[in-house]
């Protein structure tokens, strides 16, 4: 693992040496960044983060990138070992039994010529005498109707014979007196009057005029606490070394807030700031507060920047680091817009221009 060295991986090296680990945490975060292919940068990187699972990807890394490496193979099975298998099947999925399908039963068919032959013969015979059966029912009962059709036909011819015709009578015509006039036709929708309005004489109603119904306010419930966007942004409390007064982000509600979190020494993070300055200027008048975290830092090396820098945005003291653990920065800079609701609508990790942050500061601003 010969590797050249250079000032950021020294600079690591003496973070580590003075106890500093969160410093040579985000040290080395940019360095690999830039630096892909450093043995020694993922293998420092392994020592200085907390969660397993990261020190085993980082020590597969260098094993990625110089396989004969022996302590990096060591250090992998100690760290895989001290994990806990996670369980085969999630205790969150409900198995049910499976139901055995029933598989139809295929009736067997006979070929004809398997079938006996003797079987055959006498379903001929059947059907032959209930065809002969069939024609003689057939045969009474046409000749029943034709004599039920003969009997009616006389019974009637008689019976007409023993009716006398009817005789026509005269019809006498009426006549209606010369006098006579119709009737009125009864009134068959009632009439009815207008109720009269309190309208004033004079002034015509606006009929043009919608009517508009006013729904009741429901207040939504607030997202869970969190740092991923769609979460209510942690709040915090830390002093403004503009004023040197505490300053909390719960102060800003209603406004969008960009959290900033920033260092002397990131080369990134000088790259950022005269872009965050001019998004400043330009929607401060319109709500906009930046809120600069400087991690791990003494309050005066902050000041010191910004007058060289000519900062006018608050510029917050995180010396101790809490703030950007709480919020998992892993590298610097990194952004967190947070909307006048106080969610998290975006986070960024890296550097930003002018138009990157114009851009998402449009997004959530009030229109």
């Known amino acids: 693992m010969a590797e050249q060295n250079n000032q950021a991986l020294q600079n690591a090296e003496q973070f580590l040496r003075e106890g500093r680990k969160q410093e040579a945490r985000l040290t080395l975060v940019e360095y690999v960044r830039g630096n892909p292919s450093s043995t020694r940068g993922w293998w420092m990187l392994s020592f200085v983060l907390t969660d397993p699972r990261q020190q085993i990807e980082c020590v597969e890394h260098v094993l990625r990138l110089d396989s004969n490496y022996a302590p990096a193979r060591s250090r992998l099975e100690k760290l895989k070992g001290n994990l806990h298998a996670p369980p085969a099947v999630s205790p969150f999925v409900v198995s049910t039994p499976s139901q055995p399908v ?14 006996p032959r003797k079987k055959t013969n006498n379903m001929l015979l059947q059907f032959a005498v209930l065809g002969g059966m069939a024609c003689v029912a057939l045969g ?18 008689q019976s007409a014979q023993s009716v006398p015709p009817v005789q026509p009578t005269a019809v006498t015509p009426m006549s209606l007196p010369p006098t006579w006039t119709p009737p009125p036709p009864a009134t068959l929708i009632a ?9 004033p004489i004079g002034v015509i109603p606006d009929l043009a005029t919608p009517t508009v119904f006013v729904l009741p306010t429901v207040a939504m419930p607030k997202p869970p606490v969190g740092v991923v966007e769609g979460a209510s942004a942690p709040d915090f409390k830390l002093t403004n070394v503009n004023t040197d007064k505490k300053v909390r982000l719960s102060d800003y509600q209603g406004k969008v807030v960009i959290v900033f979190f920033w260092a002397t020494w990131c080369q990134y993070c000088k790259m950022e ?7 400043y200027r330009a929607y401060k008048d319109q709500g906009l507060v930046v809120l600069a975290v400087d991690v791990g830092e003494t309050a005066g090396k902050a000041r010191k920047y910004r007058d060289a820098n000519s900062l006018t945005f608050p510029i917050l003291n995180d010396s101790e680091s809490e703030v950007s653990s709480k919020y998992r920065v892993t590298g610097l800079p990194t952004q967190f817009f947070v909307n006048p609701s106080g969610v998290i609508s975006s ?21």
């Open 273 to 279: 700031m005269p872009e965050m300055e001019k998004v």
């Open 140 to 157: 009474i009962f046409g000749f029943a109707a034709v004599m039920v059709v003969r009997g009616g036909s006389n019974v009637s011819m």
């Open 191 to 199: 009439t009815y009057t207008l109720i009269p309005t309190n309208t």
């Open 102 to 115: 029933a598989t139809p039963i295929q009736p067997s068919i006979q070929s004809p010529a398997s079938r």
């Open 347 to 367: 986070v960024n990790v890296g550097t930003m221009d002018y138009s990157s942050l114009n851009l998402m500061v449009r997004r959530i601003l009030p229109q």
